[in-house]
């Protein structure tokens, strides 16, 4: 199998495997807008063509920083979104298939052919109250 992969910039990117493309948290605002965590100093770098859409989004958690509402709008209605529960308020009856999972959950199914296994490991970045408590 041929794998690809795509830098969108700052924590955006997307495998191509096969036919199948997987992407992680869209955050495609552009340069110089300001998020709680700092400001963006780079305009996002589509996919070339830009024209085939994401089957499967991979979303970590509902920080503006790692997905906005550009990246929201740029996601196809009909994808399969992975996302942590936090996210829910935002994405609920916007897309047709959305599996939450929280960490240590797993899930996998078949897009495209390629066979795909998801497990959520923990993850905290920044000085959240989360990463202070949080001792693995």
């Known amino acids: ?3 690809k992969f ?5 924590p955006s990117w997307v ?3 096969e036919n199948l493309l997987i992407g992680c948290d869209p955050a495609l605002a552009p340069a110089g807008t300001v998020y709680r965590s700092g400001k ?3 305009d996002p770098r589509p996919l070339s063509g830009g024209s085939e859409p994401v089957d499967c989004w991979l979303l970590t958690h509902n920080h503006h920083d790692h997905i906005d509402e550009e990246g929201i709008l740029s996601i196809s209605p009909s994808a399969r979104l992975i ?7 935002r994405l609920e009856g916007r897309f047709e298939s959305i599996r939450y999972l929280d960490w240590g959950e797993a899930t996998a199914f078949v897009l495209e ?4 296994s998801v497990q959520v490991v923990p993850g905290i ?4 109250p989360e990463m202070i408590a949080y001792t693995g």
Not at 6 to 10: K, L, P, T, V
Not at 83 to 89: G, R, V
């Open 1 to 3: 199998m041929t794998l």
């Open 6 to 10: 795509f830098w969108m910039g700052g």
């Open 15 to 17: 495998l191509q495997a």
């Open 40 to 42: 963006r100093l780079i």
């Open 83 to 89: 996302a942590h529960p936090n996210l829910a308020p």
């Open 113 to 116: 052919g390629v066979e795909v």
């Open 125 to 128: 970045h920044g000085s959240s």
